[in-house]
């Protein structure tokens, strides 16, 4: 079982059964710098919106059932201190078709820690993220295959730049800021004084 198409939106371009690794980021104490988190997290838990598109790749015209595939989601938890400083989490929640749970696949999550600052937009949008994602394979679930390869081989490590656009009305659209993708969409979310979460706004389908 070989991983031949992947498509990151992670964001890391862009995901499982959630097993509560802990995708939000939550606080409000003072880190050792001195840069408080002043605002709780009461933003919405998007893991909920993953019910009844779980399987989105296999409503698409292109699907062949003879293909291993997941459906996969992204859903990403950050927390920015009053300065500037981004940590959280971007979870990719995979969904098996029939022929990969034949092959022994199963609902995984893979988890990436998150780090980075914001910084001025990059192209356009109220400012930018710019951000490091780290795998974390203690949260992360999904299998290897035969040679010892797992959905997210080649991706331990990623550099992601975004552009956020923030709506009056607690929501904001997630832009790529930089690449061959530069403007393209990414995700949407909401937004709450520290903490924001999104989730990717098309389905991403990988092949096995």
Known sequence: MRLVVFCLALFA????????????TQGDDDDDSGCAVTEPDTLPD???????????????PQYIPEVPTATTWYIGDLEIDDCGEVTGTEIAYLYPNPK?????????????????????????????LQLEANVDPFN????EDDNELTFYSGFEFM??????????????????????????????????????????????????
């Open 13 to 24: 371009c862009g995901g499982g059964e959630k097993d509560d690794p802990g995708t939000g």
């Open 46 to 60: 998007l893991t909920l919106e993953l019910s009844g598109i779980d399987h989105q790749c296999e409503d698409q």
């Open 100 to 128: 990969w749970e034949e092959l022994d696949g199963f609902a995984c999550i893979v988890t990436w820690d998150i780090t980075g600052s914001v910084v001025d937009a990059f192209n356009v949008g109220t400012y930018g």
């Open 140 to 143: 992360s679930t999904c299998p």
């Open 159 to 208: 550099n992601l730049n975004y552009d956020v656009s923030e709506s009056s009305d607690g929501t904001f659209t997630l832009h790529f800021g930089e690449g061959q993708r530069v403007g393209e969409e990414v995700a949407q979310g909401h937004f709450n004084g520290n903490h924001v979460t999104y989730r990717t706004s098309s389905v991403q389908c990988a092949l096995f």
